[in-house]
Structures are given as structure tokens and as C-alpha cells.
């Protein structure tokens, strides 16, 4: 196919494609294809030249959460229920300039001097790619499919991923603007749930949300995002989630959301949330509630502080800890506990518990205490619960 002597002057001006370039290299073409076989070429091209190639169909399959190409070419796709190759592969070379252009649309760099990206797509995919020698085989790309709209918590309920009984607990607790933390594993579904809770929170609050690459999709009229920056090719103009999380604290939030903690912002976030920002939340990677404390403790390192001065600060800063585990592909909350202090220290205690679909949720040594703080009535919510089992 010829182009036009505008579409080479846009690729000598180094100006990068569009939609409407792809239109009018689909266009020089209709007298030979027909307006119909135009419309296919056009959507075909802007596949290949602006949207994910050969992955685009399961990017846009409905259900998909992750689509992954591994270093042997194989494509993976998870639909809620764990990564399933789909019997394609991609041939080495396809693959890495997809991984290639795909970096360049997220506003990354990505060759052998610079060879892993982290970044967010157009679409709002999240983009992971890592080139050889750094991995086995080929080039190994990874995007994390957000949802296509934000999901309240009556949706999760819907969906399995937590008994309804639970629903009034986690509202009460947004509205009583206790601070807490979602705790799971990779892909267990942290951010869908941060997101729902977010949901519940008055709409004349102002959200101020810190996040590494934009994930949240939050169903609030008053968000203000700040997104991390890496360092250009030159090693400058770095932008952290700590220095974000300082300048968040100066624009008048109502809430501090960091979408995960997972360095050293961790000392600001728990010296906000110390400091009169009531009703901050946040993720962080942890294999159980009772792994939580350790993780701060550990994160804290990183900046600098002591474990002491973790565990000091964070028995005054979070009051609640929701955790999502992933079952054979099946996402939910397995645990909500709360967090008392206990001779200075932080102990987490379980107040709510479930194993699944099919077994029934139960209450914890923590759920008086937690009802009392929500004015729930704790026999009546636990004569309920008793009841749905």
C-alpha cells in the first residue's frame, strides 16, 4: 500500500501516528477495496500502528483481567479464572516490536540500554515488558486490564467476591472514616475493592489519590490524581510516590488514597494519617492480615525508620485491615480485622471470616470491639450472619 506524500511528511517530521492518519492511509485505497473492505483495513491498521496488534481481541474480550505473552511467544489470558494459553504464540521478533511500540505508546523507553518498562497504555491497560538477556526466550509483555467502569461494592456482592452481609460493615466503616489497608497477593483483586470502597465515600469529600501508574477506576465526582514519574533516558526528572504523597498533603485533602504502599512513602503516608488526615486508605502486598504488620515493618526500612517507630506509628494510624485472596482463579475478601494497639504494639485481630462460596461467613475475636466503633448492633449482625449460613 502507497502513502501519500502528507503521511511521508508526517513520518519525516517525526510527528507519531493517529487515527486520523490510519483513516486517510485506509482511504487511498477505497476504489480498489470498496467502502466496506476500507473500514476493515482501517480498523486493522489502527490494531497493528495504535492498539495492541495481535492482542487487541483479548484485551476487549469481556471478563479478561490480564493478557500476557511469555518469552516462547505463547499467549496467556486470564478470565477470572486463573492464565489460560489461548493455543496462540507470537513469533520472537513480532513480539518485541510489539513490546517495543507498545512502551513508545505508554511514553516509555524500551531497548537493550533501558530494558523493562513500567507504564499505562491509552486505554488505560497497565503495561509490563521486559526484554532478554533479563528474561528467558523473548520478550516477555504483561498488561493488566482495568475494568471498564468502577464496580460498587453491591457489584462485588453480586459477583461472589464477599457475602452481602459484609457490605454494611465496610460502608459503615468508610463512613466512620476509619483509616484501613487492602491486603492480598498479586492480581487477588486489591485495587477493584479499594476502588468500590472508595465509591462509599461522601461525595462532598476531596480525594487526593497517589498512585505509581493510574489503576483506580472510582465512581466519585471529586478525585485529584497524582501519578508517579521514572527518570527520562537522561536519569533526571524522577517523580516518587513519597515526594507525591508530601504534595498531596498541601492540596487540601479530605482523604489520602496511595493505590500501594510499597517504599519508602510509607513514612509520609503513616505521618498524614498521624496527623488529623482521618479516613486514609491504600493497598500493600501481604500474604495474610497477620502478615501486615511485618510488611510496614519492612517497607518503614526503606525509609529509614526503626520497627519500633513502624509499629508506634501505625497502632495510631490504621484502625482496619481487609484482606482478598484468590482461589483457583476466584476472587474474595477472605478476612476483615481490625487493628488495636496493644502495650504500644499493633495487634491485628480477625472480626469477620470467610472461606468461599459454599461456606459460611463467621465472626471473629475482633467483631464486638469493631461493631461497637461502627454502632452496630454486634449480636444482631452476628445472629444475621449466623442466619445466612
Known sequence: MSLSPAVWQRVRDGISPDG????????????ALGVRRVAATRSALASRVLGAGPLDGWLTEPGVTDVAVNGDGSVWVDRG????????RLEADEARSLAVRLAGL???????????????????????A????????????????????????????ARGMMPREWECVLRAAVEARLAFVVSGGTGAGKTT?????????DPVERLLVVEDVRELSIDHPHVVRLEARPANVEGAGEVTLTTLVRQALRMRP???VVGEVRGAEVRELLAALNTGHEGGCGTVHANAPADVVARFEALGAL?????????????????????????????????????????????????????????????????TALAARLALPAAAAADRLEEAS
Open 193 to 201: 475493592l479499594l476502588a468500590a470502597l472508595l465509591g462509599c465515600i
Open 130 to 157: 521486559m526484554l532478554p538477556p533479563l528474561v528467558a526466550g523473548g520478550p516477555h509483555i504483561t498488561i493488566r486490564v482495568p475494568p471498564g467502569e468502577a464496580v460498587s461494592l453491591d457489584g462485588l456482592c
Open 81 to 88: 479464572r486463573g492464565m489460560e494459553w489461548v493455543g496462540e
Open 303 to 367: 525509609a529509614g525508620l526503626a520497627p519500633d517507630a513502624v509499629r508506634a506509628q501505625l497502632s495510631a494510624a490504621i484502625d482496619l485491615v481487609v484482606h482478598v485472596t484468590r482461589d483457583r482463579g476466584h476472587r474474595r475478601v477472605s478476612s476483615v480485622a481490625a487493628l488495636f494497639r496493644r502495650d504500644g504494639s499493633p495487634s491485628i485481630v480477625p472480626a469477620l471470616e470467610w472461606d468461599g462460596p459454599g461456606h459460611p461467613p463467621r465472626t471473629g475475636p475482633g467483631w
Open 20 to 31: 486520523g492518519a490510519v483513516a486517510e492511509v485506509a482511504a487511498q485505497e477505497q476504489g
Open 106 to 128: 505508554a511514553g516509555r523507553r524500551l531497548d537493550d540500554a533501558s530494558p523493562w518498562v513500567d507504564g499505562q497504555l491509552p486505554s488505560g491497560a497497565r503495561l509490563h
Open 254 to 256: 479530605d482523604r489520602i
